[in-house]
């Protein structure tokens, strides 16, 4: 799923490719202003029109129209760089995957050291970004109903940066069980009660604790009153 590269310019090649922008001159200085360049100075006049905007929470799309490498930009507004929280980081990530979701992306890339602050840095940035993707792509699946077309997911995501690799690597696992758990929580609490009894649960309970090595105690009605 995720793949963690360091950046080189000739050789991103992708449907879509996200950076993050802050408000103010300097992010347009950075990855941002070169592609600005390269597509000459068409970006910074979207900027200048409003549509492409720093406000946190705005994502334009942009098709760069390159006979290669990257298709689609997509520039996430982050709002200001001293307000930035890992919270909001996540937030602001989980609108980016629901875009890519409802957009059929299965394949983009993150250029992730464009997300990052003094007070954010790119291990919180990774661990925000995988734990975004899984809760804001969770659909229970219990409602699922026949479609026409196929789901669409995405199927591999590339983030660039200059942090070390296995860092950013374990923070992406420890994002994606954030993730996992917090959806496995969901589903239990979403499954109606004639399919999920007190039984049924508890037995789930039992099930996690010996495979991941917990005490547990499971107390019948006489010992609850």
């Known amino acids: 799923m995720f793949t963690v590269k360091p950046w ?9 490719l996200a950076i993050g922008l802050f ?5 347009w200085s950075g990855l941002a202003g070169e592609y600005d360049s390269r597509l000459g100075g068409q970006l910074s006049n979207l900027r200048k029109e409003g549509d492409i905007s720093a406000k946190r929470g705005r994502i334009a799309t942009i098709h760069t129209m390159l006979p290669t490498g990257v298709k ?14 890992f919270e909001r980081l996540r937030e602001v990530f989980g609108k980016l995957f629901r875009t890519w979701k409802q957009a059929k992306r299965t394949e983009a890339a993150i250029a992730l050291d464009t997300f990052t602050t003094e007070t954010v840095d790119p291990n919180e940035a990774a661990h925000a ?11 229970f699946p219990g ?9 669409y997911a995405l199927e591999s995501l590339t983030v660039y940066t200059a942090d ?3 860092e950013i690597e374990a923070s992406l ?8 758990a917090t959806n496995s929580a969901r589903t239990l609490v979403n499954t109606p009660g004639n399919l999920l009894t007190a039984s049924d649960l508890a037995d789930y309970a039992v099930e996690l604790a010996k495979r991941y090595d917990f005490d547990y105690e499971i107390l019948e009605k006489e010992e609850m009153e």
């Open 23 to 27: 408000e103010g001159k300097d992010s």
């Open 72 to 85: 689609r930009l997509y520039f996430v507004g982050l709002g200001k760089k001293e307000e930035l929280t």
């Open 164 to 166: 070390d690799a296995a």
């Open 173 to 180: 696992f420890v994002g994606s069980v954030y993730g996992k």
């Open 129 to 139: 970004l995988a734990e975004a993707y899984y809760l804001a792509t969770y659909e």
């Open 8 to 16: 080189s310019s000739a050789e991103v090649v992708h449907e879509a």
């Open 143 to 151: 409602y699922k109903q026949k479609k026409s077309e196929p789901d």
